[in-house]
Nanobody
Framework: QVQLVESGGGLVQAGGSLTLSCAAS????????IGWFRRVPGKEREFVAATNWSGRSTAFAASVRGRFTISRDNAKNTVYLLINSLEPEDTGVYYCAATTYGTSWHEEGIYDYWGQGTQVTVAS
């Protein structure tokens, strides 16, 4: 069992940066791939980024590649999502999720555990 709690969201100006955190409970956290998804207004929830258990393998949605960075600190049971050059289109609720799958990280259905989400609002 893994419980996930996101934090770090807030109101920021376009062009700014934000670091979201996904803190996990559970002794087996380091064995999970962690993904980040977001739901922007008027759209379905979409994949943003993911990192494997070690942090050495990552994946990003094409729309965010180059602006988003994902990392993890297994000693702190935490995964981070750094968002640079924020755009108003990045506004939405950001969720982290955990899976033991090694592939298809963009698919919601493979994730077993989800956090409640953190709101990011980008002002133009």
């Amino acid at each position: 069992q893994v419980q996930l709690v996101e934090s770090g969201g807030g109101l920021v100006q376009a062009g700014g940066s934000l670091t979201l955190s996904c803190a996990a409970s559970g002794r087996t956290f380091s064995t999970y791939t962690i993904g980040w998804f977001r739901r922007v207004p008027g759209k379905e929830r979409e994949f943003v980024a993911a990192t494997n258990w070690s942090g050495r393998s990552t994946a990003f949605a094409a729309s965010v590649r180059g602006r988003f960075t994902i990392s993890r600190d297994n000693a702190k049971n935490t995964v981070y999502l750094l968002i640079n050059s924020l755009e108003p289109e990045d506004t939405g609720v950001y969720y982290c999720a955990a899976t033991t799958y090694g592939t298809s990280w963009h698919e919601e259905g493979i994730y077993d555990y989800w956090g409640q989400g953190t709101q990011v609002t980008v002002a133009s």
